[in-house]
């Protein structure tokens, strides 16, 4: 689930037209088919991507189009809004969003150490970890590593599996830092992960059933969550490496509010279509305080992060995103506040694809980014 610095456009071209979702809402002033073709089925016919789905989101409604394959033979399908794929650190965004509630119900302040919120006795009072705040491990300001160093897994294709709360916490009992509390940018999962741990603790219960109950319950996402349901499973897509081989499914256990949730483009654009403000929602204020840029996210001047959520400035204009990237998958939810719009892209195939999200996003606000 490494960070995702989308800077770069890719040249496009023309591939036959792609399936639509049932759950499409022709529009318009919506992307057309054809159009979308252009940037996306030369991912598929490059043989860089076995399956993708695209959604938009504008004052004009939703759509979502599949291109390429899921599965072979008599059983292969297109791609569509319900598809089922990982959204790596995407869930991250959910992760501030929960976060911001905490924040708005006065439950925690971002300023706050963490530690008064870890059980007794987890950090020494001498510890490197003493005051690293809410707002630190959210803006990846901790000083915290990407990844513990007690992962049990030495699986490459499953790294993740086999961790546990009790390992992450047996970790920080322990653990040093990279560079001082608030002054560096050095993104980090670890950091994601005790977030999403000590926001399902305030209200003792566990990290999905905290994602599902705040957020995907009151905007009406059935398909977001940690476990597969039997159904979703059946739906899911097969994650692919680099080089086309089938990759088992990531478990992120121990750190699921980093990267744990799987996804379906219908869900992901009901997300942002709360995000930006065109579905009535109470969650919305919390969606605009963890879209807050709070620090300056890295070397490159034009990005800045808020509650997990990304922002890039470019002409004038402000974009929030977040990207992820698992074992076998791409994802990407992509928005312009200004413009009301955004764009959902889900890709089985591990890769970095944001320079085909920012020309999608080209398409669904008619304007050509600088």
């Known amino acids: 689930m490494p960070h995702l610095l989308p800077l770069l456009f890719a040249l496009v071209l023309l591939w036959p037209t792609p399936a639509v979702s049932r759950n499409a809402a022709p529009a318009a002033a919506l992307p057309s088919q054809r159009a979308t073709a252009q940037v996306a089925s030369p ?17 004009a409604g939703r759509v979502v ?45 971002d300023t706050d150490p963490i530690r008064l919120h870890l059980p007794p006795g987890v950090l020494a009072g001498d510890s490197p970890l003493a005051w690293v705040s809410w707002l630190d491990l959210a803006s990846h300001a901790s000083g915290l590593p990407e990844a513990p160093s007690n992962l049990p897994s030495k699986d ?52 999905e059933s905290l994602v599902r109950r705040k957020v995907c319950g009151p905007l009406g996402m059935s398909d977001t969550r940690v476990s597969l349901t039997d159904d979703m499973a059946a739906r899911m897509a097969h994650g692919h490496a ?18 744990a949730l799987r996804s379906t483009a219908d869900d992901l654009l009901a997300y942002a279509a709360a995000n930006l403000g065109l579905t009535p929602t109470s969650l919305f204020p919390a969606m605009k305080l963890a879209q807050l840029p ?30 992820g990237r698992s074992g076998g998958y791409f994802a990407l939810v992509l928005l312009s506040p200004e413009d009301n719009a955004g764009v959902v892209l889900l890709c089985d195939t591990e890769g970095d694809f944001a320079a085909e999200g920012w020309k999608l996003l080209e398409l669904v606000t008619g304007k050509n980014l600088p």
């Open 43 to 59: 991912l598929t016919a490059a043989g860089r991507v076995h399956g993708l789905a695209v959604g938009f989101v504008s004052p």
């Open 65 to 109: 189009y599949g291109f390429g394959r899921l599965g072979e033979g008599r059983r292969a399908r297109v791609p569509d809004g319900r598809t089922v794929f990982e959204i790596g650190s995407v869930t991250k965004t959910f992760t501030g969003l929960l976060l911001a509630q905490a924040i708005m119900e006065g439950r925690v302040r």
């Open 156 to 207: 490459p294709l499953n790294p993740l599996a086999g961790y546990s709360t009790r390992l992450l916490l047996d970790y920080l009992a322990s653990a040093t830092l990279l560079a001082p509390i608030g002054r560096d940018f050095h993104y980090s999962n670890t950091g994601a992960g005790l977030c999403g741990y000590l926001l399902a603790r305030l209200e003792d219960t566990d990290y």
């Open 242 to 259: 680099a080089d086309g081989s089938v990759v088992p499914n990531w478990e992120a256990t121990g750190l699921e509010g980093a990267g």
């Open 294 to 323: 709070r620090k300056h996210a890295s070397s490159i001047p034009t990005l800045y992060i808020g509650l997990f959520w990304n922002t890039m400035n470019f002409g004038g204009k402000a974009y929030v995103l977040h990207a």
